[in-house]
């Protein structure tokens, strides 16, 4: 890459070198801006390959927007599968955040993807006690495996009416309980004192 990079130069400096001078000799006194122009080409011509070996891997291959967030839905649920299933005493904080990142990426995925919205549901829904808070997450946790690796996700060439609706209710039944347990847990952190 180096020895490139002399050539490419040594070639540049034999080929505008010349220039230069004839430039001047035609009446041109600036011959140093002429240099400084080329200073700055060589210069980015020099970057040229530097660009793909220094750049992240994140940054190469830009996935669907709609791919990010089922994915960051994914490692959500992980995360809340792992801190309930700890056995110590829960992190109503935590919960809630996590539930609200869920619901917030659902929604715009919904929107995203234009599954069709359900109809208002009926109230609203009860503050779960901290068991029933449990309960709650595994069916959250159930709902967010179905709607993640439902098949149409995995192969962009599947389009199967009967797998959109299931996906489609799956993300309405996951927006729906990731509010219940996000108040829930607001809710039970505000009420033990905990913020």
Not at 66 to 72: K, P, S, T, V
Request: aromatic content about 6%; hydrophobic content about 40%; glycine content about 6%.
């Amino acid at each position: 890459m180096k020895n490139r990079a002399l050539l490419l130069l040594t070639v540049m400096a034999f080929l505008v070198g010349p220039i230069a001078f004839v430039s001047r000799a035609a009446g041109q006194d600036n011959v140093w801006r002429d240099f400084s122009e080329w200073e700055v080409r060589r210069k980015a011509l020099n970057r040229v390959g530097e660009d793909h070996e220094t750049a992240p891997r994140y940054r190469r291959r830009v996935a669907a927007p709609h791919l990010r967030d089922i994915n960051r839905i994914r490692t959500l649920n992980l995360e809340l599968t792992q801190a309930v299933s700890q056995g110590s005493a829960l992190d109503f904080e935590f919960l809630a955040k996590s539930a609200g990142e869920i619901n917030k990426r659902g929604k715009r995925l919904q929107v995203d993807l234009a599954f069709p919205r359900s109809k208002e549901h009926d109230g609203e829904k009860v503050e779960a006690t901290p068991d029933e808070l449990r309960e709650l997450l595994a069916a959250l946790g159930s709902s967010i495996t179905s709607f993640v690796d439902n098949p149409v996700f995995k192969s962009p060439r599947v389009v199967d009416i009967e797998l959109l609706t299931k996906a489609g209710g799956d993300l309405e039944e996951v927006i729906e309980l990731s509010d219940w347990v996000e108040k829930s847990c607001k809710k039970l952190a505000g009420s033990t004192g905990i913020r």
